[in-house]
Protein backbone atom coordinates (compact mmCIF):
# COMPACT_ATOMS: atom_id res chain seq x y z
CA UNK A 1 0.00 0.00 0.00
CA UNK A 2 0.80 3.71 0.09
CA UNK A 3 1.89 3.77 3.59
CA UNK A 4 1.29 1.96 6.71
CA UNK A 5 -2.24 1.32 7.69
CA UNK A 6 -3.12 0.68 11.65
CA UNK A 7 -6.97 -0.41 12.33
CA UNK A 8 -9.12 0.38 14.11
CA UNK A 9 -7.94 3.83 14.16
CA UNK A 10 -10.29 3.92 17.53
CA UNK A 11 -11.23 1.66 20.19
CA UNK A 12 -12.81 1.67 23.09
CA UNK A 13 -13.45 -1.50 24.96
CA UNK A 14 -14.65 -2.40 28.67
CA UNK A 15 -11.78 -3.46 31.32
CA UNK A 16 -11.40 -6.92 31.11
CA UNK A 17 -12.17 -7.57 27.36
CA UNK A 18 -9.00 -8.82 25.30
CA UNK A 19 -8.61 -6.30 22.09
CA UNK A 20 -6.79 -6.97 18.73
CA UNK A 21 -5.09 -4.39 16.89
CA UNK A 22 -4.03 -4.69 13.07
CA UNK A 23 -0.95 -3.11 11.15
CA UNK A 24 -0.78 -3.33 7.16
CA UNK A 25 2.76 -2.26 6.58
CA UNK A 26 4.45 -0.60 3.50
CA UNK A 27 4.57 -3.70 0.73
CA UNK A 28 8.17 -5.26 0.63
CA UNK A 29 9.47 -3.44 4.23
CA UNK A 30 10.67 -6.54 5.86
CA UNK A 31 10.82 -4.62 9.41
CA UNK A 32 7.60 -3.77 11.38
CA UNK A 33 7.76 -2.25 14.48
CA UNK A 34 4.98 -1.61 17.61
CA UNK A 35 5.22 1.14 19.76
CA UNK A 36 3.24 2.20 22.80
CA UNK A 37 2.67 6.46 23.02
CA UNK A 38 0.12 8.03 26.45
CA UNK A 39 -0.59 11.10 25.96
CA UNK A 40 1.80 13.57 25.80
CA UNK A 41 4.67 11.26 25.93
CA UNK A 42 7.64 9.51 24.50
CA UNK A 43 7.46 6.40 22.43
CA UNK A 44 7.71 2.94 24.46
CA UNK A 45 9.41 0.18 22.36
CA UNK A 46 6.89 -3.12 22.52
CA UNK A 47 8.11 -5.58 19.90
CA UNK A 48 10.11 -5.61 16.71
CA UNK A 49 9.94 -7.92 13.87
CA UNK A 50 12.06 -9.26 11.23
CA UNK A 51 9.88 -10.65 8.56
CA UNK A 52 8.02 -12.95 10.65
CA UNK A 53 10.12 -14.04 13.28
CA UNK A 54 10.57 -11.47 16.55
CA UNK A 55 14.16 -11.05 17.67
CA UNK A 56 12.88 -8.45 20.55
CA UNK A 57 9.85 -8.97 22.73
CA UNK A 58 11.35 -6.96 25.39
CA UNK A 59 9.45 -4.04 25.27
CA UNK A 60 6.19 -6.24 25.79
CA UNK A 61 4.82 -4.81 29.44
CA UNK A 62 3.04 -8.23 30.82
CA UNK A 63 2.09 -12.02 29.27
CA UNK A 64 -1.42 -9.95 28.77
CA UNK A 65 0.23 -8.81 25.31
CA UNK A 66 0.97 -10.57 22.49
CA UNK A 67 2.02 -9.75 18.78
CA UNK A 68 2.43 -12.08 15.84
CA UNK A 69 2.93 -11.11 11.72
CA UNK A 70 2.66 -13.25 9.21
CA UNK A 71 3.63 -13.74 5.87
CA UNK A 72 6.11 -10.94 6.14
CA UNK A 73 3.52 -8.28 6.37
CA UNK A 74 0.18 -7.82 8.35
CA UNK A 75 0.98 -7.98 12.11
CA UNK A 76 -1.45 -8.13 14.60
CA UNK A 77 -1.42 -6.82 18.24
CA UNK A 78 -3.39 -8.46 21.52
CA UNK A 79 -4.08 -7.26 24.50
CA UNK A 80 -5.55 -9.73 26.98
CA UNK A 81 -7.82 -8.45 29.79
CA UNK A 82 -7.12 -5.32 29.43
CA UNK A 83 -6.47 -3.10 32.19
CA UNK A 84 -7.67 1.03 32.62
CA UNK A 85 -3.59 1.71 32.19
CA UNK A 86 -3.36 0.07 28.98
CA UNK A 87 -4.99 3.17 27.45
CA UNK A 88 -2.92 4.81 24.99
CA UNK A 89 -2.15 5.54 21.16
CA UNK A 90 -0.47 2.01 19.82
CA UNK A 91 1.87 2.84 16.85
CA UNK A 92 3.33 0.59 14.20
CA UNK A 93 6.25 1.80 11.96
CA UNK A 94 7.61 -0.60 8.91
CA UNK A 95 10.78 -0.03 7.69
CA UNK A 96 13.09 -1.56 4.29
CA UNK A 97 16.12 -3.03 5.39
CA UNK A 98 18.91 -1.86 3.10
CA UNK A 99 22.75 -1.69 3.02
CA UNK A 100 22.37 -1.62 6.83
CA UNK A 101 20.60 1.51 6.63
CA UNK A 102 16.35 1.98 7.20
CA UNK A 103 13.69 4.38 7.78
CA UNK A 104 10.40 4.15 9.75
CA UNK A 105 7.42 4.66 7.97
CA UNK A 106 4.61 4.97 10.99
CA UNK A 107 1.35 4.84 10.41
CA UNK A 108 -1.48 6.50 11.91
CA UNK A 109 -1.97 4.66 15.23
CA UNK A 110 -4.92 3.02 17.00
CA UNK A 111 -6.19 5.11 20.02
CA UNK A 112 -7.48 2.49 22.87
CA UNK A 113 -9.61 3.62 25.37
CA UNK A 114 -10.59 0.79 28.32
CA UNK A 115 -13.46 2.04 30.47
CA UNK B 1 21.10 -3.04 25.35
CA UNK B 2 21.25 0.32 23.41
CA UNK B 3 19.74 3.65 25.24
CA UNK B 4 18.98 6.57 23.59
CA UNK B 5 18.94 9.59 25.72
CA UNK B 6 17.37 12.82 24.73
CA UNK B 7 17.17 16.49 26.89
CA UNK B 8 15.58 18.51 27.29
CA UNK B 9 12.07 16.74 27.29
CA UNK B 10 9.66 20.08 27.19
CA UNK B 11 11.18 23.60 25.54
CA UNK B 12 8.98 26.78 25.52
CA UNK B 13 10.62 29.02 23.48
CA UNK B 14 9.29 32.49 22.28
CA UNK B 15 8.42 32.72 18.42
CA UNK B 16 11.80 33.59 16.86
CA UNK B 17 13.98 32.53 19.34
CA UNK B 18 16.31 29.76 18.87
CA UNK B 19 15.94 26.11 19.80
CA UNK B 20 18.20 22.78 20.10
CA UNK B 21 17.22 19.29 21.11
CA UNK B 22 20.22 16.84 22.09
CA UNK B 23 20.59 13.11 21.92
CA UNK B 24 22.96 10.52 23.16
CA UNK B 25 23.44 7.31 22.66
CA UNK B 26 25.11 4.43 24.92
CA UNK B 27 26.90 2.80 22.30
CA UNK B 28 28.34 4.13 18.79
CA UNK B 29 25.90 4.17 16.16
CA UNK B 30 25.32 3.32 12.20
CA UNK B 31 23.50 6.17 11.53
CA UNK B 32 21.22 8.95 13.67
CA UNK B 33 17.58 9.83 12.17
CA UNK B 34 15.65 12.29 13.13
CA UNK B 35 11.62 12.71 13.32
CA UNK B 36 9.08 15.14 13.90
CA UNK B 37 5.41 14.02 15.23
CA UNK B 38 3.07 17.25 15.36
CA UNK B 39 0.41 17.43 18.12
CA UNK B 40 -2.53 14.45 16.96
CA UNK B 41 -0.34 13.10 14.53
CA UNK B 42 2.07 10.17 13.71
CA UNK B 43 5.95 10.44 14.29
CA UNK B 44 7.37 11.47 10.32
CA UNK B 45 11.25 11.19 9.21
CA UNK B 46 13.05 14.48 8.57
CA UNK B 47 16.76 12.98 8.34
CA UNK B 48 19.32 10.65 8.59
CA UNK B 49 23.09 11.19 9.09
CA UNK B 50 25.76 8.59 8.59
CA UNK B 51 29.05 9.72 8.71
CA UNK B 52 31.13 11.04 11.57
CA UNK B 53 30.87 15.07 12.12
CA UNK B 54 28.54 15.25 9.61
CA UNK B 55 26.27 18.22 9.42
CA UNK B 56 22.73 18.73 7.23
CA UNK B 57 21.37 21.51 6.84
CA UNK B 58 17.04 21.74 6.18
CA UNK B 59 16.06 25.42 5.70
CA UNK B 60 16.36 26.75 9.09
CA UNK B 61 16.52 23.05 11.02
CA UNK B 62 20.23 22.32 11.42
CA UNK B 63 21.56 18.34 12.10
CA UNK B 64 24.78 17.81 13.48
CA UNK B 65 26.45 13.65 14.17
CA UNK B 66 28.86 13.55 16.82
CA UNK B 67 32.22 12.63 15.75
CA UNK B 68 32.47 9.83 17.70
CA UNK B 69 28.66 8.98 16.55
CA UNK B 70 27.37 8.69 19.91
CA UNK B 71 25.56 11.80 19.81
CA UNK B 72 23.39 14.48 17.79
CA UNK B 73 22.02 17.27 17.78
CA UNK B 74 18.94 19.15 16.08
CA UNK B 75 19.04 23.28 16.18
CA UNK B 76 16.21 25.41 14.92
CA UNK B 77 16.93 28.81 13.94
CA UNK B 78 13.95 31.58 14.47
CA UNK B 79 11.19 29.33 15.91
CA UNK B 80 8.11 29.61 14.09
CA UNK B 81 4.84 28.00 15.21
CA UNK B 82 4.68 25.58 12.62
CA UNK B 83 8.07 24.33 14.45
CA UNK B 84 5.74 22.78 17.33
CA UNK B 85 5.85 19.81 18.45
CA UNK B 86 8.01 16.48 19.03
CA UNK B 87 11.07 15.96 17.99
CA UNK B 88 12.86 12.33 18.31
CA UNK B 89 15.66 10.73 17.12
CA UNK B 90 16.48 7.59 16.53
CA UNK B 91 20.01 5.31 16.49
CA UNK B 92 20.29 2.55 14.42
CA UNK B 93 23.31 0.72 16.98
CA UNK B 94 26.37 -0.24 14.52
CA UNK B 95 26.47 -3.56 16.11
CA UNK B 96 23.29 -4.74 14.25
CA UNK B 97 21.16 -5.82 17.04
CA UNK B 98 18.05 -7.14 16.71
CA UNK B 99 15.89 -4.08 17.76
CA UNK B 100 17.62 -1.96 15.15
CA UNK B 101 16.23 1.54 15.45
CA UNK B 102 15.88 2.87 18.92
CA UNK B 103 13.81 6.03 19.31
CA UNK B 104 14.81 8.69 22.19
CA UNK B 105 12.53 9.47 24.68
CA UNK B 106 11.60 12.64 22.71
CA UNK B 107 11.66 16.46 23.25
CA UNK B 108 8.30 18.46 23.38
CA UNK B 109 8.64 22.22 21.64
CA UNK B 110 6.31 24.51 22.43
CA UNK B 111 6.83 27.77 20.45
CA UNK B 112 4.66 30.95 22.14
CA UNK B 113 3.75 33.85 19.24
Known amino acids: GAGVSQSPSNKVTEKGKDVELRCDPISGHTALYWYRQSLGQGLEFLIYFQGNSAPDKSGLPSDRFSAERTGGSVSTLTIQRTQQEDSAVYLC?????????????FGQGTRLTVV | GQQVMQIPQYQHVQEGEDFTTYCNSSTTLSNIQWYKQRPGGHPVFLIQ?????EVKKQKRLTFQFGEAKKNSSLHITATQTTDVGTYFC?????????????FGSGTQLTVLP
Open chain 2, 90 to 102: AGLDKSGSARQLT
Open chain 2, 49 to 53: LVKSG
Open chain 1, 93 to 105: ASSLVRGGLQTAF
